[in-house]
Protein backbone atom coordinates (compact mmCIF):
# COMPACT_ATOMS: atom_id res chain seq x y z
CA UNK A 1 0.00 0.00 0.00
CA UNK A 2 1.23 3.50 -0.89
CA UNK A 3 2.71 5.78 2.00
CA UNK A 4 2.27 8.82 0.02
CA UNK A 5 0.08 11.66 1.87
CA UNK A 6 -3.13 12.06 0.06
CA UNK A 7 -5.14 15.74 0.23
CA UNK A 8 -8.66 15.18 0.91
CA UNK A 9 -10.89 18.08 1.33
CA UNK A 10 -13.89 19.13 3.91
CA UNK A 11 -16.89 20.03 3.35
CA UNK A 12 -16.59 24.10 3.00
CA UNK A 13 -18.61 26.72 4.10
CA UNK A 14 -18.70 30.25 3.46
CA UNK A 15 -15.21 31.44 5.26
CA UNK A 16 -12.46 30.98 2.72
CA UNK A 17 -10.22 32.70 0.51
CA UNK A 18 -9.22 32.12 -3.57
CA UNK A 19 -5.70 33.06 -3.45
CA UNK A 20 -3.30 31.38 -6.81
CA UNK A 21 -1.18 28.83 -5.72
CA UNK A 22 1.72 30.62 -7.05
CA UNK A 23 1.89 32.91 -3.37
CA UNK A 24 2.38 29.56 -1.76
CA UNK A 25 4.80 28.17 -4.45
CA UNK A 26 7.35 30.86 -4.70
CA UNK A 27 10.25 30.03 -3.81
CA UNK A 28 11.57 33.37 -3.65
CA UNK A 29 10.00 34.08 -0.50
CA UNK A 30 10.53 32.12 2.96
CA UNK A 31 7.56 30.24 4.29
CA UNK A 32 7.16 32.97 7.03
CA UNK A 33 6.49 35.61 4.04
CA UNK A 34 4.05 33.39 2.07
CA UNK A 35 2.14 32.96 5.27
CA UNK A 36 1.57 37.00 5.95
CA UNK A 37 0.93 37.19 2.20
CA UNK A 38 -1.43 34.22 2.54
CA UNK A 39 -2.67 35.50 5.30
CA UNK A 40 -3.27 39.40 3.80
CA UNK A 41 -4.98 37.99 0.54
CA UNK A 42 -7.46 36.57 2.38
CA UNK A 43 -8.56 39.81 3.98
CA UNK A 44 -11.56 41.84 2.27
CA UNK A 45 -10.67 45.07 0.56
CA UNK A 46 -9.62 47.82 2.69
CA UNK A 47 -8.56 45.76 5.38
CA UNK A 48 -6.06 47.05 7.79
CA UNK A 49 -3.58 45.05 9.55
CA UNK A 50 -0.91 46.33 12.04
CA UNK A 51 2.23 45.12 13.04
CA UNK A 52 0.66 44.22 16.59
CA UNK A 53 -1.44 42.13 14.55
CA UNK A 54 0.81 40.22 12.69
CA UNK A 55 2.61 39.30 15.74
CA UNK A 56 -0.01 37.90 17.57
CA UNK A 57 -1.44 35.98 14.42
CA UNK A 58 2.55 34.59 13.03
CA UNK A 59 3.70 34.15 16.77
CA UNK A 60 6.74 36.30 16.08
CA UNK A 61 8.27 39.23 17.47
CA UNK A 62 8.65 42.45 15.50
CA UNK A 63 12.19 42.26 13.87
CA UNK A 64 10.51 38.84 12.17
CA UNK A 65 7.21 40.73 11.41
CA UNK A 66 9.18 43.61 9.67
CA UNK A 67 12.00 41.22 7.65
CA UNK A 68 8.54 39.34 6.63
CA UNK A 69 7.19 42.45 5.10
CA UNK A 70 10.92 43.48 3.25
CA UNK A 71 10.02 40.29 1.84
CA UNK A 72 7.02 40.88 0.00
CA UNK A 73 7.99 44.52 -0.74
CA UNK A 74 11.24 43.13 -2.12
CA UNK A 75 9.92 40.79 -4.46
CA UNK A 76 7.02 42.90 -5.74
CA UNK A 77 3.82 41.94 -3.80
CA UNK A 78 3.61 44.83 -1.43
CA UNK A 79 4.49 48.70 -2.17
CA UNK A 80 4.78 51.83 0.14
CA UNK A 81 1.97 54.62 -0.41
CA UNK A 82 2.47 58.47 -0.45
CA UNK A 83 2.86 59.45 2.74
CA UNK A 84 1.36 63.46 3.56
CA UNK A 85 3.56 65.16 6.70
CA UNK A 86 2.49 67.28 8.64
CA UNK A 87 4.01 69.60 10.86
CA UNK A 88 7.38 67.75 10.74
CA UNK A 89 5.97 64.36 10.86
CA UNK A 90 4.18 61.46 8.50
CA UNK A 91 1.05 60.51 8.87
CA UNK A 92 0.17 56.48 9.23
CA UNK A 93 1.77 54.85 6.65
CA UNK A 94 0.62 51.95 4.55
CA UNK A 95 1.73 48.78 1.95
CA UNK A 96 -0.05 48.30 -0.75
CA UNK A 97 -0.72 44.15 -1.01
CA UNK A 98 -0.91 42.50 -4.68
CA UNK A 99 -1.67 38.77 -5.28
CA UNK A 100 0.88 38.49 -7.57
CA UNK A 101 4.45 40.74 -8.50
CA UNK A 102 3.11 43.11 -10.74
CA UNK A 103 4.69 45.24 -12.84
CA UNK A 104 1.57 47.53 -13.92
CA UNK A 105 -1.60 46.67 -12.08
CA UNK A 106 -4.32 43.95 -14.71
CA UNK A 107 -7.04 46.69 -15.83
CA UNK A 108 -10.25 47.08 -13.54
CA UNK A 109 -8.51 47.05 -9.90
CA UNK A 110 -8.73 50.17 -8.69
CA UNK A 111 -8.21 49.62 -5.37
CA UNK A 112 -5.47 47.27 -3.15
CA UNK A 113 -6.59 44.31 -2.10
CA UNK A 114 -4.65 44.99 1.88
CA UNK A 115 -2.61 47.93 3.42
CA UNK A 116 -0.80 47.48 5.77
CA UNK A 117 0.16 50.58 8.36
CA UNK A 118 3.24 50.62 10.04
CA UNK A 119 1.78 51.62 13.10
CA UNK A 120 0.01 50.15 17.12
CA UNK A 121 -3.15 51.11 16.10
CA UNK A 122 -5.03 50.61 13.17
CA UNK A 123 -5.55 53.50 11.15
CA UNK A 124 -8.53 54.87 9.11
CA UNK A 125 -7.31 56.44 5.83
CA UNK A 126 -8.12 54.38 2.41
CA UNK A 127 -5.23 52.77 0.69
CA UNK A 128 -4.43 54.63 -2.66
CA UNK A 129 -6.49 54.06 -5.73
CA UNK A 130 -3.77 55.33 -8.08
CA UNK A 131 -1.98 52.39 -10.25
CA UNK A 132 1.23 51.01 -8.46
CA UNK A 133 4.48 52.06 -9.51
CA UNK A 134 6.80 49.36 -11.76
CA UNK A 135 7.56 47.03 -9.47
CA UNK A 136 11.50 46.43 -9.38
CA UNK A 137 13.68 43.27 -10.36
CA UNK A 138 13.63 40.37 -7.61
CA UNK A 139 17.41 40.11 -7.83
CA UNK A 140 18.57 43.86 -8.46
CA UNK A 141 21.72 44.65 -8.89
CA UNK A 142 21.29 48.86 -8.34
CA UNK A 143 22.50 49.57 -4.70
CA UNK A 144 20.53 52.31 -4.32
CA UNK A 145 17.75 51.20 -5.26
CA UNK A 146 18.06 48.55 -2.69
CA UNK A 147 19.12 50.60 -0.70
CA UNK A 148 16.65 53.06 -0.40
CA UNK A 149 13.98 50.95 -0.72
CA UNK A 150 14.52 49.07 2.78
CA UNK A 151 15.59 52.57 3.88
CA UNK A 152 11.84 53.38 3.46
CA UNK A 153 10.37 50.45 4.68
CA UNK A 154 11.89 51.05 7.68
CA UNK A 155 11.88 54.61 8.54
CA UNK A 156 8.31 54.40 7.53
CA UNK A 157 7.86 52.51 10.35
CA UNK A 158 9.39 54.67 12.89
CA UNK A 159 7.27 57.56 11.54
CA UNK A 160 4.41 56.14 11.50
CA UNK A 161 4.73 54.96 15.56
CA UNK A 162 4.55 59.51 15.91
CA UNK A 163 8.24 59.69 16.00
CA UNK A 164 10.21 62.39 14.01
CA UNK A 165 11.39 62.23 10.63
CA UNK A 166 15.15 61.05 10.90
CA UNK A 167 17.44 63.26 9.78
CA UNK A 168 20.57 60.95 8.72
CA UNK A 169 21.36 60.83 4.91
CA UNK A 170 21.69 57.96 2.68
CA UNK A 171 25.62 59.26 2.55
CA UNK A 172 25.81 59.04 6.20
CA UNK A 173 24.46 55.75 6.87
CA UNK A 174 26.51 54.63 4.05
CA UNK A 175 29.73 55.80 5.61
CA UNK A 176 29.24 54.24 8.90
CA UNK A 177 28.64 51.00 7.20
CA UNK A 178 31.85 51.08 5.11
CA UNK A 179 33.89 52.54 8.33
CA UNK A 180 32.75 49.26 10.16
CA UNK A 181 33.28 46.78 8.03
CA UNK A 182 36.66 47.99 6.19
CA UNK A 183 38.96 45.67 8.68
CA UNK A 184 35.90 42.89 8.88
CA UNK A 185 37.70 39.73 9.17
CA UNK A 186 37.55 38.18 5.75
CA UNK A 187 34.66 40.64 4.23
CA UNK A 188 36.93 41.29 1.41
CA UNK A 189 35.50 37.91 0.07
CA UNK A 190 32.23 38.27 0.97
CA UNK A 191 29.55 39.43 -0.94
CA UNK A 192 28.88 43.27 -0.02
CA UNK A 193 25.18 43.50 -0.71
CA UNK A 194 23.64 41.64 1.86
CA UNK A 195 25.20 43.18 4.63
CA UNK A 196 24.71 46.46 3.27
CA UNK A 197 21.17 45.43 3.42
CA UNK A 198 20.81 44.42 6.80
CA UNK A 199 22.28 47.44 7.90
CA UNK A 200 19.81 49.70 6.47
CA UNK A 201 17.31 47.91 8.36
CA UNK A 202 18.43 48.48 11.67
CA UNK A 203 17.17 51.70 13.32
CA UNK A 204 19.69 54.48 14.01
CA UNK A 205 20.03 53.59 17.70
CA UNK A 206 20.79 50.15 16.40
CA UNK A 207 23.46 50.70 13.91
CA UNK A 208 25.35 53.04 16.73
CA UNK A 209 24.92 50.35 18.88
CA UNK A 210 26.35 47.70 16.17
CA UNK A 211 29.21 49.61 15.71
CA UNK A 212 30.00 50.81 19.18
CA UNK A 213 29.88 46.68 20.14
CA UNK A 214 31.54 45.55 17.48
CA UNK A 215 35.34 46.02 19.21
CA UNK A 216 33.97 43.93 22.20
CA UNK A 217 32.39 41.97 20.14
CA UNK A 218 35.26 40.47 18.51
CA UNK A 219 37.07 40.61 22.05
CA UNK A 220 34.69 38.12 23.27
CA UNK A 221 34.91 35.87 20.14
CA UNK A 222 38.51 35.75 20.66
CA UNK A 223 38.20 35.18 24.53
CA UNK A 224 35.94 32.42 23.85
CA UNK A 225 38.31 30.79 21.12
CA UNK A 226 35.83 30.97 18.10
CA UNK A 227 38.03 29.86 14.87
CA UNK A 228 34.81 31.56 12.84
CA UNK A 229 33.62 35.15 12.68
CA UNK A 230 30.33 35.67 11.61
CA UNK A 231 29.90 37.92 8.37
CA UNK A 232 28.18 41.38 8.91
CA UNK A 233 24.77 40.15 7.21
CA UNK A 234 24.83 37.75 10.61
CA UNK A 235 26.16 40.02 12.90
CA UNK A 236 23.38 42.73 11.50
CA UNK A 237 20.68 40.25 11.22
CA UNK A 238 20.80 38.80 14.32
CA UNK A 239 21.81 41.61 16.20
CA UNK A 240 24.90 39.46 18.05
CA UNK A 241 26.29 42.57 19.63
CA UNK A 242 23.61 42.62 21.90
CA UNK A 243 25.23 39.45 23.49
CA UNK A 244 28.16 41.95 24.44
CA UNK A 245 27.15 44.28 27.51
CA UNK A 246 27.71 48.17 26.61
CA UNK A 247 30.23 50.33 27.96
CA UNK A 248 28.06 51.61 31.10
CA UNK A 249 27.23 47.67 31.80
CA UNK A 250 31.24 46.81 31.62
CA UNK A 251 32.11 48.91 33.86
CA UNK A 252 29.25 47.74 36.98
CA UNK A 253 30.36 45.65 39.49
CA UNK A 254 29.82 42.14 39.13
CA UNK A 255 29.85 40.51 42.70
CA UNK A 256 29.92 42.26 46.17
CA UNK A 257 30.73 41.22 49.83
CA UNK A 258 27.82 39.75 51.82
CA UNK A 259 27.63 39.54 55.30
CA UNK A 260 26.96 35.93 56.62
CA UNK A 261 23.03 34.60 57.08
CA UNK A 262 21.43 37.54 54.79
CA UNK A 263 19.93 37.66 51.87
CA UNK A 264 22.34 37.71 49.21
CA UNK A 265 24.57 35.52 51.39
CA UNK A 266 22.00 32.71 51.71
CA UNK A 267 20.60 33.50 48.16
CA UNK A 268 24.19 32.11 46.73
CA UNK A 269 24.46 29.12 49.08
CA UNK A 270 21.35 28.12 47.48
CA UNK A 271 22.23 29.19 44.36
CA UNK A 272 25.67 26.96 44.83
CA UNK A 273 23.53 23.89 46.22
CA UNK A 274 21.25 23.85 43.18
CA UNK A 275 24.29 22.84 40.77
CA UNK A 276 25.77 19.66 40.73
CA UNK A 277 27.95 18.94 43.42
CA UNK A 278 31.58 19.12 41.74
CA UNK A 279 33.90 18.30 45.07
CA UNK A 280 35.86 14.67 45.21
CA UNK A 281 34.03 12.37 46.37
CA UNK A 282 35.81 9.43 48.09
CA UNK A 283 34.65 5.76 48.81
CA UNK A 284 33.78 3.84 51.48
CA UNK A 285 36.76 3.26 53.88
CA UNK A 286 37.61 -0.11 55.91
CA UNK A 287 35.39 1.07 59.39
CA UNK A 288 32.55 1.96 56.54
CA UNK A 289 32.72 -1.34 54.56
CA UNK A 290 32.56 -3.15 58.42
CA UNK A 291 29.25 -1.15 59.53
CA UNK A 292 27.78 -2.25 56.31
CA UNK A 293 28.86 -5.36 56.99
CA UNK A 294 27.37 -5.47 60.14
CA UNK A 295 23.77 -4.26 59.15
CA UNK A 296 24.56 -0.84 61.11
CA UNK A 297 24.29 1.14 57.81
CA UNK A 298 24.17 0.88 53.91
CA UNK A 299 26.48 1.72 51.39
CA UNK A 300 24.18 4.53 49.85
CA UNK A 301 23.86 6.36 53.23
CA UNK A 302 27.55 6.32 53.51
CA UNK A 303 28.08 7.61 50.13
CA UNK A 304 25.22 10.10 50.54
CA UNK A 305 27.01 11.24 53.83
CA UNK A 306 30.28 11.45 52.45
CA UNK A 307 28.34 13.73 48.69
CA UNK A 308 27.34 15.96 51.69
CA UNK A 309 30.23 16.65 53.41
CA UNK A 310 32.76 17.42 50.27
CA UNK A 311 30.30 17.85 47.46
CA UNK A 312 30.16 21.24 47.81
CA UNK A 313 33.26 22.82 48.23
CA UNK A 314 32.25 26.21 48.18
CA UNK A 315 29.39 26.02 50.36
CA UNK A 316 31.88 23.89 52.72
CA UNK A 317 33.97 27.20 52.73
CA UNK A 318 31.34 29.68 53.42
CA UNK A 319 30.32 27.64 56.41
CA UNK A 320 33.74 28.02 57.62
CA UNK A 321 34.20 31.38 57.24
CA UNK A 322 30.83 32.38 58.46
CA UNK A 323 31.38 31.02 61.59
CA UNK A 324 34.20 32.93 61.98
CA UNK A 325 31.89 35.85 60.67
CA UNK A 326 33.58 36.02 57.62
CA UNK A 327 31.20 37.07 54.82
CA UNK A 328 31.65 35.54 51.45
CA UNK A 329 31.80 37.25 47.38
CA UNK A 330 28.44 37.10 46.25
CA UNK A 331 27.05 37.77 42.47
CA UNK A 332 24.90 40.75 41.76
CA UNK A 333 23.08 38.51 38.96
CA UNK A 334 20.97 37.11 41.76
CA UNK A 335 20.26 40.04 44.10
CA UNK A 336 16.45 40.72 43.12
CA UNK A 337 15.36 37.61 43.46
CA UNK A 338 17.43 37.43 47.25
CA UNK A 339 15.09 40.21 48.21
CA UNK A 340 12.83 38.54 48.10
CA UNK A 341 13.55 36.28 50.90
CA UNK A 342 12.63 36.21 54.36
CA UNK A 343 13.87 35.99 58.20
CA UNK A 344 13.81 32.61 59.80
CA UNK A 345 14.15 32.25 63.70
CA UNK A 346 17.18 29.80 64.60
CA UNK A 347 14.31 28.12 67.29
CA UNK A 348 11.68 28.03 64.64
CA UNK A 349 9.30 25.21 63.48
CA UNK A 350 10.48 26.85 60.08
CA UNK A 351 14.11 26.41 60.56
CA UNK A 352 13.38 22.61 61.45
CA UNK A 353 11.48 22.17 58.02
CA UNK A 354 14.54 23.92 55.78
CA UNK A 355 17.25 21.19 58.03
CA UNK A 356 14.77 18.71 56.58
CA UNK A 357 14.58 19.69 53.18
CA UNK A 358 18.76 20.24 53.11
CA UNK A 359 18.55 16.21 54.35
CA UNK A 360 16.14 15.55 51.35
CA UNK A 361 17.86 17.02 49.37
CA UNK A 362 21.69 15.32 50.26
CA UNK A 363 22.31 19.02 51.30
CA UNK A 364 24.92 20.25 53.98
CA UNK A 365 23.47 22.36 56.94
CA UNK A 366 24.58 24.64 59.26
CA UNK A 367 26.55 23.79 61.93
CA UNK A 368 27.52 25.52 64.76
CA UNK A 369 26.16 28.54 66.78
CA UNK A 370 23.46 29.86 64.39
CA UNK A 371 22.10 34.20 64.68
CA UNK A 372 19.23 34.54 66.06
CA UNK A 373 17.89 34.99 62.23
CA UNK A 374 18.78 33.36 59.03
CA UNK A 375 16.92 34.27 55.50
CA UNK A 376 15.73 31.83 53.35
CA UNK A 377 13.01 31.78 50.50
CA UNK A 378 10.03 32.99 51.08
CA UNK A 379 7.25 30.28 51.95
CA UNK A 380 3.51 30.39 50.45
CA UNK A 381 1.27 29.98 52.83
CA UNK A 382 0.47 25.97 53.58
CA UNK A 383 -0.04 23.81 56.74
CA UNK A 384 2.36 21.54 55.62
CA UNK A 385 5.90 23.51 56.19
CA UNK A 386 7.46 20.42 54.31
CA UNK A 387 5.85 20.87 51.27
CA UNK A 388 5.83 25.06 51.15
CA UNK A 389 9.65 24.69 51.70
CA UNK A 390 10.02 22.30 48.82
CA UNK A 391 8.09 24.33 46.51
CA UNK A 392 10.01 27.46 47.78
CA UNK A 393 13.12 26.17 46.56
CA UNK A 394 11.80 25.11 43.15
CA UNK A 395 10.44 28.54 42.84
CA UNK A 396 13.97 29.89 43.43
CA UNK A 397 15.26 27.83 41.11
CA UNK A 398 13.36 29.29 38.45
CA UNK A 399 14.35 32.63 39.31
CA UNK A 400 17.94 32.39 38.78
CA UNK A 401 17.55 29.86 35.97
CA UNK A 402 20.24 32.25 33.73
CA UNK A 403 22.76 32.28 36.50
CA UNK A 404 22.22 28.47 36.89
CA UNK A 405 22.78 27.88 33.32
CA UNK A 406 25.90 29.69 33.36
CA UNK A 407 27.21 28.20 36.18
CA UNK A 408 26.65 24.87 34.80
CA UNK A 409 28.80 25.81 31.63
CA UNK A 410 31.66 26.98 33.72
CA UNK A 411 31.75 23.98 35.79
CA UNK A 412 31.57 21.83 32.31
CA UNK A 413 34.73 24.09 31.14
CA UNK A 414 36.69 23.70 33.76
CA UNK A 415 35.90 20.25 33.63
Given at each position: MS?????????RN???????????E???????????L????????NW???????????????D???K???E??E?????R??????????????????????????????E????????????T??P??????????A???NL???????K??????????G??????????I??A?W???K????????????A????Y???????H???E??P????L???Q????V????????E?????V??A?????P???M???????W?A?RI???????T?P?????A?????I????????D??????????WP?VNT????A????????????????????Q?H??S?RM????R?H??R?????????P???????L???????R?V????????????D??T?R???D???A
Amino acid sequence: MSQEATIRRGVRNARYAAIPNHVFEDARLSMEARWLLGYLLSKPDNWTVVIGDIIKKGGCGRDKARKMIAELVEFGYAEREEQNRKNGKFDASSLVIFDEPKVMPPAGVSESVASLPQTDLPATAKPSTAEPSPAKSAHSNNLDSAKTDYKNLREGEREAEGQECPTESSAVIDKAFWALVKDWPGFAGMPKEPARRAWYLLTADERHEAAERFPRWLALLKAQKKSHVPAPSTYFGEKLWQDVPSAAEADKPTSVMAGPYGKLWNATRIAELLCPSTGPIAGPTAFDKLQIDNGKTTLADVMAEKRMRSGWPTVNTMHERARDRQGWVCPLSIEEPAKGFEQVHRDSDRMEAWRREHKRRGWPFFDGRLPDWIYFPALDADEDLDRAVASAVDRYRDQISDFLTVRSKGDDHAA
